[in-house]
């Protein structure tokens, strides 16, 4: 089942004088249930398609469909606040917040309501290698792939179909960047979430089902 | 989770920013209770000064009115004076006339009568006669109606014949409510000698009403008016009292070989265009009052509500007042701008985490709120401190000022021996610049501190202004190139 659609997207900045296109009439259907990973070279405008398909940014040219709506027809701020969530290379937790009341925050926000959030969020981070000290520990006293995993779990807090995550280990060492991709495989398999990862690293993208080359401004399925 | 929550975790991990900004807070917020407290001392002690003013108005002939008397041929003038005094702003007026009379079933209080050529009337008694349910006497005390009542507006209107008498008088003869008292002229014994056996009026009252007399006896030879002194409406006895007049003036024509009786004018027609004072009940009331029908009333009277005194005196509280308004206006309009950009800055610096609550889909009014939330429990802190050290200071400050700012007064005394004076002047009463200024009182009063707190409130709000158009158009697309 397609759980994400892009139609014809066209995405061009405003470079000096000219436009400089970066996604030219680009169309693809994401499955659901399936961990993607999109690479490219730098500057290819990958992190420009996560900003579009996260809602982050309306599209111009073309259009992107959630389950068979339009991302218009959902409402930007509705759309991110309950069908998506984003998972970032510099993990952006909310630096005066502990881990768990991150993850409470994010599930506050859905529109799906969950009952015992702190009961939820402490087995969430536990399953994620969290446990109850370092939950209630500020997240600024954690270490990059503790946060990464805070997160991560946090994506998942939010109970949401589509995980979209931009070099979520980036900043991470080879042994933590394995144990985060485990992480992103499994939600995929057992909670049949839809993953885009956006990486440069090949251990990263050869864990995908489906690996995604965005060049010459179109995504193009490498395997 | 809660948005409290948010705020406070925010708030104690910017512990530094947060203390500086309470810090801006403290120090500005002094300066704003002192300018609160300086104005609304300055501007009570106005309205206290007015209150010991008492709020009288009294009617002042114009020099050079049309005719000497004129108000008595002037109909339309006492008409209108006679619908003044039904203004509901008024809480009580005098307009008073009274009559001497001999009390005929009883005995008049007697008292030693210190000077010797001062002789009483036997039995001799005082009626006072008002047109309205109370008299100055009465609001102020020094009447104090200690059984039964006062008369009522309806008896006024029928002339009933209803008394109130002094205890003092009341003990002598064991009288109580319910009892009646007779009362002849007290030139009666006189007339009759001419119209022998054919004069004899007489007047009844039933007593309704027993008063302690407070006043403060001036003269030991007035103490027994003080106690003879009978309250009633006042056109219960002019009928009566016109029985006299007639009488007398009979005598005359008779004695001296006057013919022309019509040119008597009855006591109830001269009582009707006599003069009230008037006392509001609220003394800020007075200029519009005064405003609202002097015009009607101008080419006879003017009307006095001692102004001149009070102007003059209450200037310096005025110029205090005006001061202290700019200022005000100039702490409030520095602290917008000061935390306009302090905001501005803050919000700046919280693009990212700001970012991130718009990724997980928070509402931009909710991230608005909560840094609006986070900077008033800053301001409220701020101001708390200041409340103190603000009152502090300010009550030092505040005797500073009131003392600098003495103008010399050049108020024209009203002397008693002036051949015009005014003696319904005498209901004014007496008011000093220290009075005036000891009336400045800087106090930071609960509703006053509750005032500040509301003005912090809005000045949070007016400065959050600017920083959350900010927020409106931040752009969640950053986040993602972010690097932090
Ligand atoms: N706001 C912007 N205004 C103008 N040009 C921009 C803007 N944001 C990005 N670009 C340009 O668009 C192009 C694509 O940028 P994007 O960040 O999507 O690349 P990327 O594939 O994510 O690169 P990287 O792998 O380095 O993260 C780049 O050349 C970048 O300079
Ligand atoms: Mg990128």
């Not at chain 1, 939600?187 to 990486?199: D, F, G, H, P, R």
Request: proline share 2%; with cysteine; glycine share 6%.
């Amino acid at each position: 089942m397609v759980i994400l659609k892009i139609e014809n997207v066209t995405y061009s900045y405003k470079d000096g004088g000219y436009q400089r296109v970066i996604l030219n009439d680009l169309s693809y259907e994401f499955q659901e249930g399936k961990f993607y990973t999109i690479i490219g070279e730098s500057g290819s405008g990958k992190t420009t398609f996560l900003s579009l398909i996260a809602g982050l940014e309306k599209v111009k040219s073309g259009k992107i469909y959630f389950k068979d709506k339009s991302l218009d027809q959902i409402g930007y701020s509705n759309y991110r606040r309950n069908d998506i969530a984003l998972v970032f290379q510099h993990y952006n937790l909310i630096n005066y917040l502990s881990a768990i009341q991150n993850i409470s925050l994010a599930m506050s926000k859905t529109k799906k309501k969950i009952k015992k959030q702190k009961y939820v969020g402490y087995a969430l981070l536990k399953k994620f290698g969290i446990g109850k000290s370092k939950s209630d520990r500020s997240v600024t006293k954690l270490s990059g792939g503790e946060q990464q995993r805070v997160a991560i779990a946090r994506a998942l807090a939010s109970n949401v179909e589509l995980i979209l995550a931009d070099e979520p280990t980036g900043n991470l060492d080879k042994s933590t960047e394995i144990e985060i991709i485990s992480i992103f495989k499994n939600l995929a398999l057992e909670y049949n979430k839809t993953i885009i990862v956006v990486t440069h690293s090949s251990d990263v993208s050869d864990q995908s089902d489906i690996i995604l080359r965005l060049v010459d401004g179109k995504l193009v399925e490498m395997k | 989770m809660g948005i409290l929550q948010r705020v406070v975790s925010s708030i104690i991990n910017k512990k530094i920013k947060y203390f500086l900004l309470f810090i801006i807070f403290f120090l500005l917020g002094n300066f704003l209770v002192i300018g609160i407290g300086i104005n609304d001392a300055s501007k009570m002690a106005v309205i206290k000064s007015r209150e010991m003013l008492n709020p009288i108005i009294i009617f002042e002939q114009v020099d050079d009115s049309p005719e000497d008397y004129g108000i008595y041929y002037d109909d339309a003038i006492v008409e209108i004076i006679n619908e003044i005094v039904l203004d509901e702003r008024i809480l009580v007026y005098n307009k008073i006339t009274g009559m001497n009379m001999v009390v005929q079933n009883a005995d008049a209080v007697d008292i030693n009568v210190v000077d010797e050529n001062i002789k009483q009337i036997e039995n001799g008694v005082y009626i006072s006669g008002n047109n309205t349910d109370s008299m100055f006497e009465i609001d102020d005390g020094s009447y104090e109606v200690v059984e039964g009542r006062f008369y009522t507006l309806d008896e006024i209107k029928n002339s009933e014949k209803v008394v109130l008498i002094t205890n003092q008088f009341a003990d002598l003869n064991n009288l109580k409510i319910g009892d009646k008292l007779q009362f002849k002229g007290d030139n009666h014994d006189e007339l009759l000698k001419y119209f022998e056996d054919d004069f004899d009026p007489i007047i009844e009252y039933e007593i309704i009403g027993i008063f302690n007399n407070n006043q403060i006896i001036e003269n030991e030879n007035e103490d027994y008016i003080n106690y003879n002194v009978m309250l009633a409406p006042a056109k219960s006895f002019l009928d009566f009292e016109d029985n006299y007049r007639n009488a007398d003036l009979q005598l005359a024509s008779f004695i001296y070989g006057w013919k022309d009786e019509s040119s008597m004018v009855k006591s109830e027609d001269m009582y009707d265009a006599e003069l009230p004072i008037i006392k509001l009940k609220d003394p800020d009331d007075l200029a519009s009052f005064v405003e609202d029908y002097e015009e009607m009333i101008l080419p006879y009277y003017t009307m006095n509500y001692n102004n001149e005194l009070f102007e003059n005196y209450g200037k310096p509280l005025d110029i205090i007042t005006y001061f202290s308004n700019l200022i005000l206006i100039a702490i409030v309009v520095n602290m917008i701008l000061m935390f306009t950009a302090i905001i501005f800055l803050y919000v700046k610096m919280r693009d990212n985490e700001i970012g991130i609550l718009l990724s997980i889909g928070i509402k931009k009014i909710e991230i608005m709120t909560q840094i609006f939330l986070e900077i008033l429990i800053i301001g409220f802190l701020g101001i708390s401190l200041a409340l103190f050290s603000g009152s502090l200071l300010g009550n030092k400050f505040g005797n500073e000022i009131i003392n600098i700012s003495v103008v010399q007064n050049n108020i024209n005394e009203y002397e008693d021996g002036d051949m015009f004076y005014n003696h319904d002047k005498d209901y004014f009463s007496e008011l000093t610049q220290a009075d005036v200024f000891n009336n400045f009182d800087f106090n930071i009063t609960k509703s006053l501190a509750i005032s500040i707190y509301f003005m912090i409130f809005i000045i949070v709000l007016i400065s959050c202004v600017i920083p959350s158009i900010l927020i409106m158009i931040q752009d969640p697309n950053k986040i993602l190139n972010r690097k932090e």
